[in-house]
């Protein structure tokens, strides 16, 4: 990328290296995504690339292929199927799930062992954002605000009083050289009811926390060594041992008796409170692709009548109908006056659902589990 | 059954002979109903029987073994599978449709020549009546009343002004032996509409025609001589080689041959403006299975929460829904807040709609025929 190669030797920028934690099933997304086959195995945006193929390309213009890689061991074919360019050395497979702390905190310590001058920037592989120039733009300026001392996170400009994401108050601006943007970050704060989001909104003084954060590795172990010693312990023994024949072996002792939390109370939250913990607000699009209804909404490639289809075999038909329609199958579906619906079409299980209840797909997928159909979870 | 036993030797019921055509792809029960496999060759009501299986048990305790079906050559396996009884001499193939007047046409020529005093009762091989004894007591009245020279409908009590049938007006009462309910028809009517439907329900003048009829099959082939010389003349041509070597040959050779036309033009009108057809009113219930809402109404037993599902195999899970699930697959089934839905799920193609679209289930059919897609019609 010219970019890049404007950069000079001692940019901070050439001390990047991305993480993506590729991890979760996507529940509501079921049954397209499922354990076996989750949300970032798929293209879910039409454009021909799953969303963690799309979320490296995305990386790629500022991390080149220093790219760490977290994911399930089920799903290491299909993530070396995805991403050829990964090393061995750079695909950390959880072989339990162990939530972000275990996951992101591993990266830091193994970049840590390779460099301790690394700059961490860690990007969930099941996102959508666009355009890309604005996305790599803003973790310019936190790559440089990290270069700073910061924890920074990527916050997203609310288009509208979300609540289904929480939110990070911004306060002062840091003017930190090469990142205009950069504010510091107050607090931290739990999804709100609708009522406080849009006071959120109206102040202008949140963004919504995309859980995208640009950091040293040293800064983020110093916290997390702080806040949770002994899974940063555990880390720390299987880090030393990754670039040596040991690994796995070390892997698999420590690995399974790591305490499981979230990197938000693990690092964010407390670094914050220390004031260690800066913001670049993101004017770019993004979406997280919670439920169907927002997978309608990314993709307006191909249309039946008010129909919006995604998948290539799907034959679908349709009368005085409106909604989405997502099939891996090919077979032939008719739609006939009916509104607003999201149709789900999979080889062993079919979802219908409206726009509206899109979110509560999480509770046809308890209600399987608890009736002991998991061969289609 | 006890009231053939207690027959008298010269009664008519002993000339009855059952005809059953079982033909129809049953378009708005489309993607179950379809040219492989038509609506009669599935179990509709969840009774454990075909409607094709339950029709021939219907008229077991009138007709015997003395049973003609006529059916597309197409569907002579899965007919002789569910109809073990029935002769090859009994089973009339269709090498291409030729509409009801040829089909039952061919049946009353065939039991002509085999003996010119028999009484035939057409009974279509897709409806579902219950209970089996009234409708058996009705048959017998109008045996009784084709003995005396009629063409005999067996008409149902309209239940609400339906637009979706053509209605019979019933006249003067006959008086005859055996048939207490029987009255003259002045005349049969299209589907009317919803105006004209509701004056001819408050009239009580007025029955629906359900396609019954029992005649002696001489006047049932005056009548088509009259009016339809050529169709008769060829049906003749047929009927006299059927129970001979040249049965095969002679088909072959006439059938592709004859004109098309139902049998209520060919024979029931104008049978009608002569005076020579009666009516008994059915007081049983009776349902054509015309779309998915009544394939829902007739299907009480197997109900997930609002949700009435049909077929063994599949998995059905609500939340907050409410409708008629049809199923040939194992398939999981989700519904989650949506209402008054029709779901059809078999192996390559699914119909999403509502119980007040489902008359328009033909409409797709159309269209899938329109663009090619006649694998899974």
Redesign the interface.
């Given at each position: 990328m010219s970019t890049d190669k404007v950069t000079s030797p001692d940019s901070p920028l050439n001390r990047f290296i991305a993480v993506i934690p590729a991890g979760g099933v996507g529940t509501r997304l079921?049954?397209l995504s499922r354990a076996a086959a989750p949300k970032f195995l798929h293209d879910l945006t039409g454009s021909g690339s799953t969303l963690l193929r799309a979320t490296y390309d995305r990386l790629e213009p500022l991390a080149g292929r220093r790219v760490l890689v977290v994911t399930g061991t089920a799903h290491r074919a299909a993530v070396c199927r995805q991403l050829p360019e990964v090393q061995e050395s750079d695909l950390v497979l959880e072989s339990e799930p162990k939530d972000s702390g275990a996951a992101i905190g591993l990266a830091a310590a193994i970049l840590y062992q390779r460099d301790p001058d690394t700059i961490m920037g860690s990007f969930a592989a099941d996102q959508v954002i666009s355009p890309d120039h604005l996305f790599q733009q803003a973790v310019r300026e936190a790559i440089h605000t990290a270069a700073a001392g910061k924890i920074v996170t990527i916050g997203i400009k609310p288009t509208h009083p979300s609540t289904g994401f929480g939110y990070i108050r911004a306060g002062e601006e840091l003017n930190i050289e090469g990142a205009p943007s950069a504010q510091a970050v107050v607090e931290f704060v739990e999804k709100p009811d609708e009522e406080v989001a849009q006071q959120y909104v109206d102040s202008g003084e949140y963004v919504w926390n995309a859980g995208m954060f640009v950091a040293p590795v040293a800064l983020m172990l110093r916290h997390l060594e702080a806040n949770q010693p002994e899974l940063f312990k555990g880390l720390q023994e299987i880090a030393q041992a990754w670039d040596t024949p040991e690994r796995d072996v070390v892997t698999a002792r420590v690995w399974p008796t790591l305490p499981k939390i979230a990197i938000d109370y693990a690092v964010a939250e407390p670094a914050a409170a220390a004031g260690d913990v800066a913001v670049v607000p993101g004017t770019f699009g993004w979406d997280d692709v919670g439920d169907f209804a927002s997978v309608g909404r990314l993709n307006s490639a191909r249309e039946v009548d008010d129909v919006t289809v995604i998948g290539e075999g799907a034959?679908v038909?349709t009368?005085?109908a409106s909604g989405v329609v997502v099939s891996d199958t090919k077979?032939?579906?008719?739609?006939?006056?009916?509104k607003d619906?999201v149709?789900v079409?999979t080889?062993?299980?079919?979802?219908?659902?409206?726009k509206?209840?899109a979110q509560?797909?999480k509770?046809?997928v308890d209600?399987?589990k608890a009736?002991g159909?998991t061969d289609?979870l």
């Amino acid at each position: 990328m010219s970019t890049d190669k404007v950069t000079s030797p001692d940019s901070p920028l050439n001390r990047f290296i991305a993480v993506i934690p590729a991890g979760g099933v996507g529940t509501r997304l079921w049954p397209l995504s499922r354990a076996a086959a989750p949300k970032f195995l798929h293209d879910l945006t039409g454009s021909g690339s799953t969303l963690l193929r799309a979320t490296y390309d995305r990386l790629e213009p500022l991390a080149g292929r220093r790219v760490l890689v977290v994911t399930g061991t089920a799903h290491r074919a299909a993530v070396c199927r995805q991403l050829p360019e990964v090393q061995e050395s750079d695909l950390v497979l959880e072989s339990e799930p162990k939530d972000s702390g275990a996951a992101i905190g591993l990266a830091a310590a193994i970049l840590y062992q390779r460099d301790p001058d690394t700059i961490m920037g860690s990007f969930a592989a099941d996102q959508v954002i666009s355009p890309d120039h604005l996305f790599q733009q803003a973790v310019r300026e936190a790559i440089h605000t990290a270069a700073a001392g910061k924890i920074v996170t990527i916050g997203i400009k609310p288009t509208h009083p979300s609540t289904g994401f929480g939110y990070i108050r911004a306060g002062e601006e840091l003017n930190i050289e090469g990142a205009p943007s950069a504010q510091a970050v107050v607090e931290f704060v739990e999804k709100p009811d609708e009522e406080v989001a849009q006071q959120y909104v109206d102040s202008g003084e949140y963004v919504w926390n995309a859980g995208m954060f640009v950091a040293p590795v040293a800064l983020m172990l110093r916290h997390l060594e702080a806040n949770q010693p002994e899974l940063f312990k555990g880390l720390q023994e299987i880090a030393q041992a990754w670039d040596t024949p040991e690994r796995d072996v070390v892997t698999a002792r420590v690995w399974p008796t790591l305490p499981k939390i979230a990197i938000d109370y693990a690092v964010a939250e407390p670094a914050a409170a220390a004031g260690d913990v800066a913001v670049v607000p993101g004017t770019f699009g993004w979406d997280d692709v919670g439920d169907f209804a927002s997978v309608g909404r990314l993709n307006s490639a191909r249309e039946v009548d008010d129909v919006t289809v995604i998948g290539e075999g799907a034959r679908v038909f349709t009368e005085n109908a409106s909604g989405v329609v997502v099939s891996d199958t090919k077979r032939v579906i008719a739609l006939i006056g009916i509104k607003d619906v999201v149709i789900v079409d999979t080889g062993d299980a079919l979802l219908v659902t409206t726009k509206q209840h899109a979110q509560r797909v999480k509770g046809a997928v308890d209600a399987l589990k608890a009736s002991g159909d998991t061969d289609v979870l």
